[in-house]
């Protein structure tokens, strides 16, 4: 990880870290965050550094700055969680993420119609295994539009990203994802699919559909997670206003 830690930039560092601690909830909508200065203290870097990775979080409209007050969580920070899938057991959460390959390629139709290109457009193909104690938990492949490719180059590399591509993407880019759309299939599972997850033939393998929009309603994004059969659940949690709507 050391390793890793010395090619993502120490601002970015620092902004995924303050993003962990709202994620997980230590800091909390409206809570103050750690001035420029105590990060500069604390992470042993210049001001304009630490003044960087608040800007990041604003950007992304995670935190809000107020005049001759400090920097805040704000009230309802749009976050996209790439390290806690709704569709996923607690029990299949992966140890491990393996890239299996990174790359620019002419995108398919499927592709460039779900990021809103024109039809071959070139975009950055990313495909990642994820594992855990028990064996394979999802088979994942990514597209991003091919001009991020310049500002996130950690993207197409061979080594898995810190803190998630999504996580990096959105603070070299400076966009966050705003909306999230899913859908949600099933079908027989493809023969890679089956060597990667270890299935037998035939197999049937859910399918998650997801796509990232900024505030402006572009995608940042294009996603899809195949889960081997028996391993991943639907989770969902919403109010019932009444006894009526409960039984519907």
């Known amino acids: 990880m050391a390793g890793i830690d010395g090619v993502v930039p120490k601002y970015l560092q620092i902004s995924g870290h303050l993003r962990d601690l709202i994620e997980r909830g230590e800091l909390a909508p409206g809570a103050e965050v750690p001035s420029e200065r105590e990060l500069a203290v604390r992470w042993k870097v210049a001001r304009p550094t630490a003044a960087k990775a608040l800007n990041t979080l604003r950007q992304q409209g995670i935190v809000t700055s107020r005049r001759g007050s400090g920097t805040y969580v704000a009230e309802r920070s749009a976050l996209m969680r790439e390290s806690a899938p709704r569709y996923g057991s607690s029990a299949s959460q992966p140890d491990s993420v393996t890239v299996l390959g990174a790359e620019m390629v002419e995108g398919p139709q499927e592709v460039t119609e779900s990021l809103g290109l024109p039809t071959a457009s070139p975009v950055i193909s990313v495909k990642l295994l994820y594992e855990n104690g028990s064996g394979a938990v999802r088979l994942v492949a990514c597209w991003y539009p091919g001009e991020f490719a310049a ?85 969902h949690e919403y109010p019932a206003r009444s006894a009526t709507d409960f039984r519907r």
Do not use: C
């Open 151 to 235: 500002a996130a180059t950690l993207v197409h590399g061979t080594v898995p990203v810190p803190g998630g591509v999504v996580r990096y993407l959105e603070a070299v880019i400076g966009r966050a994802a705003a909306v999230v759309r899913e859908s949600v299939g099933a079908r027989l599972a493809t023969d890679d699919e089956r060597r990667r997850l270890a299935l037998p033939h035939p197999a049937a393998v859910l399918v998650v559909h997801r796509i990232g929009l900024d505030v402006r309603g572009v995608a940042l994004e294009y996603r899809q997670s195949v889960h081997p059969p028996g391993r991943p659940i639907m989770e």
